[in-house]
Nanobody
Framework: VQLQASGGGLVQAGGSLRLSCVAS????????MAWFRQAPGKEREFVAA????????RYADSVKGRITISRDNAKNTVYLQTNSLKPEDTAVYYC???????????????WGQGTQVTVSS
């Protein structure tokens, strides 16, 4: 499966962005999906994950209440709605797909190219 992320940009603190990740080349509903992020000089970290059907989600503690993951299997797309953004949310955001299992500890088999989110103070 190929993943194409988009929707990043420059936003002021307190603002919102909606990231999208479109999948192609395989049956999207086969995959658990997730978003990760990597800030400059830091390791990549888990942000949010969603099951194949979209009925269950998981979030990193640092984003709970501010970020929502969702998916539309008819559109082969997973979304990340980010609200109340903080400067520390600045990072490259990556979408990823897992064949088996899902969640922060799953092995993600496919990765998108990333989309930059920059939050100014």
């Amino acid at each position: 499966v190929q993943l194409q992320a988009s929707g990043g940009g420059l936003v002021q603190a307190g603002g919102s962005l909606r990231l999208s990740c479109v999948a192609s080349g395989s049956t999207f509903s086969r995959y658990g999906m997730a978003w990760f992020r990597q800030a400059p000089g830091k390791e990549r970290e888990f942000v949010a994950a969603i099951t194949r059907s979209g009925t269950s989600t998981r979030y990193a503690d640092s984003v709970k209440g501010r970020i929502t993951i969702s998916r539309d299997n008819a559109k082969n797309t997973v979304y990340l709605q980010t609200n109340s953004l903080k400067p520390e949310d600045t990072a490259v955001y990556y979408c990823a797909a897992a064949v088996n299992y899902w969640g922060p500890t799953a092995t993600y088999d496919y990765w998108g190219q990333g989309t930059q989110v920059t939050v100014s103070s």
